[in-house]
Structure formats: C-alpha cells, structure tokens
C-alpha cells in the first residue's frame, strides 16, 4: 500500500472549514485514497473515500488533485466534537483486509 | 442497529497469567479484524477473519497470540502468559461483503497487565 503523509496537528476555529491534507505522492492506479477518524477514546470511524473524482457526503468532503498525488479531507463546519485524530489510507480497491493506519492528523476545534 | 460490542471494556491482569477477549460483530457482516493500540502508539493490525477463516494473521506479535472466530460471528482474542508489553487497547471492528474499506469499530478493551 502506498505511503501517505499528513502534518501531526491542525487547529481549527468552530464553525470554519477544517482542511486536512495527505500527501500520497506514490500512489497506484487501483488504490483508493480513504478517511478514518478517531474521537479520544473511542474506535475509530470510517468518513469517506475516493479514487479521483471529488467525493461529497453527510460527514465531510473529499478533493483528490488530478494526478492523485493528494488529497483534502473538508469538514465544511467543524464543531467541537469534530476534535480527533483523522487518518489518511490508500489502499487498493480489490483489497479485502487490513486498514494500515499512520500517525494522523491531530485536529483541535476550538471555540 | 447494535454496534460491535466488545467485553469486558477492561481487564487487569497479572504477567504470566492468560486473558481472552471477546467481540461481536454486526449482524450480518462477514469480515471481522482485531487491532491493537497502545499508548503513545497508532493502530496496529492483529488478524482478520472471513467467515471462520483467517487469510490474515500476519499482524500476531507472537506465538502467545491467538483467535478464533465461530459460527461466522463471535470472536475471542488469546493472549497466553500475558507480558507487560500486552498492555494495550484491543479493538475489534467488522464489515459487511465487498465493503472491507467501511469497518465499524467496537470500543476496545483496555487489557493492563501489571
């Protein structure tokens, strides 16, 4: 699976937008970019995924760039219970196991 | 729905002394995985389930680790003659067919061993 990057922590003001980069410069053709995130204590939580069109649901927002070497995760109103850790994972679509989680990204909402 | 549940949500025990972890997945989802935390550390794969099957057991540390799943449901997580390097949050998650990208996380147990 390839590689990905994202900066430790992020702050954010409630009630902005809350743009989380990855970086995953070697990215294959069959491998999807996908979100995860992890509210303190509990498990984490599956968001979103895109191969490299642009992805929009009730969570968040997903821009791939078009040579798919990164991606924005975009939580268009961040409110406090947004605070987590949020994952950046490619993988190929045709896999069927194991999520291999990096480090993250600490988000921090603040009031 | 229920979620993945998990039990118990803690355990403290003694090195040396073997401990056994349960989850049960979704209703319904075919796929379960068992990972662990530890403090300080990310996620780390332990084992994932197909049915009753495990294709994957390339993330057990040791020997000492071991998992079972039965009737395509409930699963039980083995540590035998626990070491203090253990200590950890073990989770466990599952999903439904062709749908392995979308894992629905139990709450863990948080094993302490002393």
């Known amino acids: 699976d390839a590689k990905t990057t994202q900066p430790p922590s992020m702050d954010c003001a409630e009630g902005r937008a809350a743009n989380l980069p990855c970086n995953h410069s070697t990215i294959s053709g069959n491998e999807y970019v996908y979100w995860y995130r992890q509210i303190h204590s509990q498990g984490p939580q599956y968001i979103i995924h895109g191969l490299k069109n642009n992805e929009t649901n009730e969570m968040a927002s997903l821009i791939i760039t078009e040579d798919r070497k990164s991606s924005t995760l975009i939580l268009p109103h961040a409110t406090l219970r947004d605070t987590a850790v949020y994952y950046c994972i490619v993988r190929p679509g045709s896999n069927t196991g194991k999520l291999i989680f990096g480090q993250g990204t600490t988000l921090q909402v603040k009031p | 729905g229920a979620g993945v549940s998990q039990s118990p949500s803690n355990k403290v025990t003694e090195k040396g002394k073997d401990v056994e972890l349960r989850c049960d997945p979704i209703?319904?989802?075919?796929?379960l995985y068992w990972y662990r935390q530890s403090l300080g550390q990310g996620l780390e794969f332990l084992i994932y389930f197909q049915g009753n099957s495990a294709p994957d057991k390339s993330g057990l540390p040791s020997d000492r680790f071991s998992a079972e799943r039965t009737g395509g449901s409930v699963s039980t997580l083995t540590i035998q003659r626990t070491q203090q390097e253990d200590s950890a949050v073990y989770l466990c998650?599952?999903?439904?067919?062709?749908?392995?990208?979308?894992?629905?996380f139990g709450p863990g147990t948080r094993l302490t061993v002393t």
């Open positions: 209703s319904g989802h075919t796929a």
């Open positions: 998650a599952s999903s439904s067919r062709g749908r392995s990208y979308e894992q629905y």
